[in-house]
């Protein structure tokens, strides 16, 4: 296949660039696209063929649901059944933005895009391309990370491409993207709101809008394997050599880090680090660092993780140290990543 790219200004949107995105989004193509979280590879989420083509071309398990991008609020009443009030204030409060609310579905809705469930996935973006994208396409669109499955999502589109090229019809390049971690989960059919996927929203600004919310904290470790999401009993954002995760106060993991790596390299093993910049100035000139910013700077670290991830793509390594980050804010979805791209191969020190 051959996958047409448009390259489009992202304050300047020229019209005619996303009318022929639009148009292959409504005759049932698969293309990929910007919001503010990551990149999106996104088809008509109605229509089960269109959906189909997504899951082919990232190699998705079919039991991973989707999450249906809408271009304004209204367009929720033909996708669910039910809105409670804690879904109606967190669209008023947090839409347009990366927020993914879980609701009853209607029949509209087809089984493949839900993966067989009574519930369906819905974010209103706030990304102006998306939404215009969206809008243009007059659809809902199903819209997974534009990553091949398992791999750490794509927050550019050279990183779509290395993932999706002759896989997809077209690849929509408006730069990089502002956050660089997926939305936020949240179940509103639950008794309390429950968040399954920590994320661009906090768990504090879902607090301050709703009361009481659940959060499973031990979701993130191996210790509980059953899970919520059904989508987070697989691998995820693995890059490609194994990697640990250690966490713990900056002196001690900072330490921990150096002298493993230098354990490794008198071993013969090539060793990559995903670091702070603090701490890669700690380690041996021979390790080969990727460093996702300053510890005192969760955004940019939120923002430069996945390229991070994907920077041993073509730098190969035997092994990967990473630097965990303390948990809280958007380090709560931060950590949640990591601990995924490590397979839960953890070190607490
Ligand atoms: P992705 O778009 O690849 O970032 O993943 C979408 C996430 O939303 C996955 O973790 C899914 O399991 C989750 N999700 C989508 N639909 C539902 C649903 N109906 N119920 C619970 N989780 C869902
Ligand atoms: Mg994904």
Same mark, same amino acid.
């Given at each position: 296949m051959n996958t047409?790219?448009?390259? /489009?200004?992202?304050?300047?949107?020229?019209?005619? =660039? %996303?009318?022929?995105?639009?148009?292959?989004?409504?005759?049932?193509?698969?293309?990929?696209?910007?919001?503010?979280?990551?990149?999106?590879?996104?088809?008509?989420?109605?229509?089960?063929?269109?959906?189909?083509a997504i899951y082919r071309a990232k190699g998705r398990p079919a039991d991973n649901?989707? /999450?249906?991008?809408?271009?304004? =609020?209204?367009?929720?009443?033909?996708?669910?059944?039910?809105?409670?009030?804690?879904?109606?204030? %967190?669209?008023? !409060?947090?839409?347009?933005?990366?927020?993914?609310i879980i609701l009853k579905r209607t029949k509209a809705v087809p089984d493949c895009t839900t993966a067989g469930l009574d519930t369906v996935a819905i974010r209103l973006p706030a990304s102006r391309i998306a939404r215009e994208l969206i809008q243009l396409a007059g659809i809902p669109i199903a819209a997974p990370s534009a990553n091949t499955s398992?791999?750490?999502?794509?927050?550019?589109?050279?990183?779509?491409?290395?993932?999706?090229?002759?896989?997809?019809?077209? /690849?929509?390049?408006?730069?990089?993207?502002?956050?660089?971690v997926e939305s936020t989960v949240i179940d509103c059919t639950a008794p309390v709101p429950t968040i399954l996927r920590p994320g661009g929203i906090t768990l504090e600004?879902?607090?301050?809008?709703?009361? $009481?919310?659940?959060?499973?904290?031990?979701?993130?470790?191996?210790?509980?394997?059953a899970p919520?999401?059904?989508?987070?009993?697989?691998?995820?954002?693995?890059?490609?050599?194994?990697? !640990?995760?250690? $966490?713990?106060?900056?002196?001690?993991?900072q330490k921990k880090i150096r002298v493993l790596?230098?354990?490794? %390299?008198?071993?013969?093993?090539?060793?990559?680090?995903?670091?702070s910049a603090e701490t890669a100035f700690s380690l041996p000139a021979e390790v080969v660092s990727a460093v996702y910013g300053s510890q005192t700077d969760v955004k940019t670290i939120g923002n430069q993780l996945y390229t991070a991830l994907?920077?041993?793509?073509?730098?190969?390594?035997?092994?990967?140290?990473?630097?965990? /980050?303390?948990?809280?804010?958007?380090g709560r979805a931060i950590m949640n990543r990591m601990r995924k791209a490590a397979g839960h191969q953890i070190i607490r020190v």
């Open positions: 047409e790219y448009f390259v /489009i200004d992202r304050d300047h949107p020229d019209p005619c =660039i %996303l009318s022929r995105a639009a148009d292959i989004l409504r005759r049932g193509g698969v293309v990929a696209f910007p919001t503010e979280t990551v990149y999106g590879l996104g088809a008509n989420g109605l229509d089960a063929r269109a959906v189909a649901p989707l /999450i249906l991008h809408i271009a304004q =609020i209204q367009d929720v009443e033909k996708l669910a059944r039910e809105v409670p009030a804690c879904a109606r204030l %967190l669209m008023d !409060t947090y839409w347009p933005g990366p927020l993914t398992g791999r750490p999502s794509p927050t550019n589109a050279a990183d779509v491409r290395a993932d999706m090229d002759g896989r997809i019809d077209a /690849i929509v390049d408006a730069g990089p993207c502002d956050i660089g600004m879902l607090q301050a809008a709703l009361g $009481e919310v659940r959060w499973d904290r031990t979701q993130n470790t191996p210790e509980n394997e919520r999401a059904p989508g987070m009993k697989y691998a995820h954002y693995a890059p490609s050599a194994p990697m !640990t995760l250690i $966490e713990g106060n900056r002196e001690q993991r790596a230098e354990a490794a %390299l008198a071993a013969g093993k090539r060793v990559g680090a995903v670091v994907r920077f041993f793509d073509n730098n190969p390594v035997d092994l990967i140290f990473a630097e965990g /980050i303390e948990e809280k804010g958007l």
